[in-house]
């Protein structure tokens, strides 16, 4: 079985800055893909990020980047120069891809920009 | 294209009433998912389509919940008898299933209070 963490439930950012949120997860398989989407308010879920577990650089989607730490099992969302549209819920989840697709999300970080 | 769409986008029913939940997913995708999310938690999975096949529904709580997708396109989650604890909003994501990392993409849910 699979878990994600997030201990942090709300996090805000001065706008233009750059703020990092955490994400843990456990899982024995060798082969998964970590995930981090968006919900706005409007619910709609939308892929940031992704990353293959069998990868070692971090992915990177313009001003977004993941600091992936396989060892220590953490994944990491840096969002910079934070924009007034990047404020939502951000979810962190993961998953094993053919033959086992559902994702398990993390409990979701609450993020408030600062004009 | 248009996109994953849900109806209704809310539905309130008196406890013990049955209802029913409908998802039209992005044409051609082949897998179809059920995520039930409860208010301040991460969405967690029900069940997975491959075209009409229901190939696990591990997630579903009981066997008050039910899900079909008989033509392998639109899919129906129904609740019956509904009760207080189903409440939450319930997502529908679908996917190409083309290549070992599939992206799911997210209606906007449907809302499910239950008085």
């Known amino acids: 079985a699979q878990t994600v963490t997030q201990s942090q439930p709300e996090m805000s950012v001065q706008e233009a800055e750059t703020v990092t949120l955490s994400c843990t997860y456990d899982?024995?398989?060798?082969?998964?893909?970590l995930f981090w989407y968006k919900q706005p308010p409007s619910r709609q879920m939308i892929l940031v990020i992704r990353?293959?577990?069998?990868?070692?650089q971090n992915a990177t989607e313009n001003r977004f980047s993941v600091n992936f730490q396989k060892a220590a099992k953490s994944f990491s969302l840096k969002i910079s120069d934070s924009q007034l549209g990047d404020a939502a819920m951000y979810f962190c989840?993961?998953?094993?891809?053919?033959?086992?697709?559902?994702?398990?999300f993390g409990t979701g970080t609450r993020l408030t920009i600062i004009p | 294209g248009a996109g994953v769409s849900q109806s209704p986008r809310y539905k309130v029913a008196k406890r013990g009433q049955d209802v029913a939940l409908r998802c039209d997913p992005i044409?051609?995708?082949?897998?179809l998912f059920w995520y039930q999310q409860a208010l301040g938690q991460g969405p967690e999975f029900l069940t997975y389509?491959?075209?009409?096949?229901?190939?696990?529904k591990s997630g579903l709580p009981s066997d008050r919940f039910f899900a079909e997708r008989p033509e392998g396109s639109v899919s129906t989650l129904k609740i019956q008898r509904t009760q207080q604890e189903d409440s939450a909003v319930y997502l529908c994501?679908?996917?190409?299933?083309?290549?070992?990392?599939?992206?799911?993409?997210f209606g906007p849910g449907t809302r499910l209070t239950v008085l």
């Open positions: 989840a993961s998953g094993l891809g053919f033959g086992n697709e559902k994702l398990t």
């Open positions: 899982t024995s398989e060798s082969d998964y893909y």
């Open positions: 990353q293959e577990a069998y990868k070692q």
């Open positions: 044409s051609g995708h082949v897998s």
């Open positions: 389509f491959q075209n009409e096949a229901q190939l696990d």
């Open positions: 994501a679908s996917s190409l299933r083309l290549v070992k990392y599939n992206e799911q993409f």
